[in-house]
């Protein structure tokens, strides 16, 4: 692909990439295709990974003895989506709760 007039003053591979797709080669070659790709994502991957566990040791430090393990991974998905829970009214979380049936079971006294 170097020796192609085309691809011979590309810079990156992000270039390289859009390239391949604007000359439909990357049907052709599309093993390396992938590739490229894979690597051009893996720093995104990468660093959601990082921020993921930043948040993780942020919570666990905060509530070390306090918490179980659905409660800590309850923790860091609202905490890492919290972009998402900040359009969601608290009131309709609240409403939700109240009108959820009580699971509880009566237990009956044991004398």
Not at 2 to 28: D, P, Y
Request: charge should be positive; hydrophobic fraction near 45%.
């Amino acid at each position: 692909m170097r020796g192609t007039a085309r691809f011979s003053n590309l810079q990156n591979i992000a270039e390289l990439s859009q390239k391949m797709v604007e000359v439909k080669i990357h049907t052709v070659f599309h093993l390396v295709y992938r590739l490229i790709v894979l690597a051009l994502v893996l720093p995104v991957a990468t660093a959601t990974v990082e921020r993921a566990f930043s948040v993780m040791k942020i919570i666990k430090t905060a509530l070390r003895y306090q918490m179980g393990d659905d409660y800590l991974t309850d923790c860091v998905v609202c905490y890492i989506e919290r972009d998402v829970f900040r359009h969601i009214d608290n009131e309709v979380i609240v409403q939700h709760f109240q009108n959820m049936r009580t699971r509880r079971l009566d237990s009956a006294p044991l004398c």
